[in-house]
C-alpha cells in the first residue's frame, strides 16, 4: 500500500534523521530541506507491506524519486507514478525496462595539484553560460529561470555548494553539489568550456568542490553518469562505480 503523507509525518521525520544510505536518499532529504515548507511543491508517499516500509517517494515536478529499501511490489510502484501524472522514475534497478546509469562514490580524494584561481561564489548567470557552451544531446541544460531560481534556492538553503575555477578572470569549469544532507552530497553539472577542456579545469572544480565538502564533515559524495561516458574522468578524480540508477520515462 502507498500512503500521502506531510513532511512532519513521524515516518518521514524519522526518514530525515536517518543518515542518507543511497544517492536516491540524498535526493529525496535535499529536496525535503529545500522546499518541504513550501505547500504544493513536493508529493511525498510510502510504500509498506504488513507494516513495513519499502519504499519512500518523493515527486517534485514530472519526476518521482523513489528510495526503495525493502522488498517492494514493482507493479504497484510503476503504476502509481503513471497514474500521479510523472514523466519519470529515477530508482535504483529494478526488474523492468528503463534507462539503465551508474552510481559512483568518492573513494580518495586525488589533487593534481593544478594551480588554478577558485572561488565558492560564482555568479550564477555565468555558470549557466558556462553550461548551455557543452549542451548535447544527453547533456540537456534547463531553461535559465528554472536553473537560477532553483540553485539559488538551493544555495540559500545550504543543501547545494557551487565551485568555479577560472583562468585569466574568465571562468573555465565548474561543479555543482546539487543535494546536500548530512553527511552525504550529489555532485553534477561539471562543465568546462570546449577551449578549455583536457587542460585539468575540469579536476580542479571536481577536487575543490569535494574537498571543500568533506572540510563540513560531508564524506559520502555520489554522482550519477552515463555508463558508456566519464568513467575515466571520474576514476582520476578518486570515484568508483557503486551501483546502478534507473530511469524508466513515461511511467
Known amino acids: 500500500m502507498i500512503t500521502l503523507v506531510s513532511t512532519e509525518n513521524e515516518v518521514i521525520q524519522n526518514y530525515m534523521h536517518s543518515q542518507a544510505k543511497n544517492i536516491f536518499a540524498v535526493r529525496i532529504q535535499s529536496l525535503i530541506i529545500a522546499y518541504g515548507k513550501y505547500d504544493n511543491l513536493l508529493d ?18 514530472n519526476e518521482i524519486i523513489a528510495d526503495i529499501v525493502g522488498e517492494c511490489d514493482i507493479a504497484e510502484l510503476i503504476n502509481f507514478c503513471r497514474m500521479t501524472g510523472a514523466k519519470v522514475l529515477l530508482c535504483k534497478k529494478i526488474p523492468t525496462d528503463g534507462y539503465l546509469g551508474t552510481v559512483m562514490k568518492l573513494k580518495s580524494l586525488r589533487n593534481d595539484e593544478y594551480d588554478y584561481a577558485v572561488s565558492h561564489e560564482v555568479d550564477l548567470q555565468e555558470y549557466y553560460r558556462l553550461l548551455k557552451s557543452n549542451q548535447s544531446q544527453k547533456f ?3 531553461d535559465f529561470k528554472d536553473f537560477y531560481v532553483d540553485l539559488h534556492h538551493r544555495l540559500r538553503k545550504r543543501c547545494a555548494e557551487i565551485t568555479g575555477v577560472y583562468f585569466e578572470r574568465q571562468l573555465v569549469s565548474g561543479c555543482i553539489a546539487s543535494a546536500i544532507s548530512g553527511n552525504s552530497a550529489i555532485i553534477s553539472a561539471v562543465a568546462t568550456l570546449p577551449e578549455y577542456k583536457r587542460q585539468g579545469f575540469g579536476t580542479k572544480a571536481v577536487y575543490e568542490l ?7 564533515s560531508v564524506d559520502n559524495i555520489y554522482l550519477q553518469r552515463d555508463k ?24
Open 44 to 61: 511525498i508517499w510510502y510504500q509498506n507491506d504488513n507494516n513495513k516500509i519499502t519504499a519512500y517517494l518523493l515527486k517534485y515536478g
Open 228 to 251: 558508456n561516458e566519464n568513467k575515466k574522468f571520474y576514476r582520476h578524480s578518486g570515484f568508483e562505480d557503486v551501483a546502478e540508477f534507473m530511469q524508466i520515462l513515461g511511467v
Open 210 to 216: 569535494c574537498q571543500s565538502l568533506s572540510n563540513k
Open 140 to 142: 540537456v541544460v534547463p
